[in-house]
C-alpha cells in the first residue's frame, strides 16, 4: 500500500491551503485516516482522523481552522486549512489503518510566512 501526500507549500497568513492523500488501495475504505504534523523541532501531533464511515474528529488543543474530509470513490483524504498561522506551519503526514495508522506518506511540506 502506498500512500502520499499532496498539496502543501508556501502561504501567507491568514491563507488557505487544501492537503490531498492518496491511497493505491481499496483497504482505504475501511481505514480510518489520520493527519499528523510535525512543526519544526517539535514532536508530532495529531491534526485531525476521519473514521471508514466519514465521521471527523479534531485536535482540540491546536489553534487552527481544519476541516478532515475523504472520498472513497478517489480513494483519497484531504485537509482544508484555513486562517492559517505560522504556528501551522510543518511536515504533514497522513496515515491509515483500522485500528491506528499501518500506512503512512512521506509527509508534504507547509510554510506559512510572509
Known amino acids: 500500500v502506498q500512500v502520499e501526500e499532496s498539496g502543501g507549500g508556501l502561504v501567507a497568513p491568514g491563507g488557505s491551503l487544501r492537503l490531498s492523500c492518496e491511497f493505491s488501495d481499496s483497504f482505504f475504505t475501511i481505514a480510518n485516516m489520520h493527519w499528523e504534523r510535525q512543526a519544526p523541532g517539535k514532536a508530532r501531533v495529531l491534526v485531525a482522523t476521519i473514521s471508514s464511515d466519514g465521521t471527523p474528529a479534531y485536535n482540540a488543543s491546536l489553534k487552527g481552522r481544519f476541516t478532515i474530509s475523504r472520498d472513497n470513490a478517489k480513494k483519497s483524504a484531504y485537509l482544508q486549512m484555513n486562517s492559517l498561522t505560522p504556528e501551522a506551519t510543518g511536515l504533514y503526514y497522513c496515515?491509515?489503518?483500522?485500528?491506528?495508522?499501518?500506512?503512512w506518506g512521506n509527509g508534504t511540506l507547509v510554510l506559512v510566512s510572509s
Open positions: 496515515g491509515g489503518g483500522r485500528d491506528g495508522p499501518d500506512y
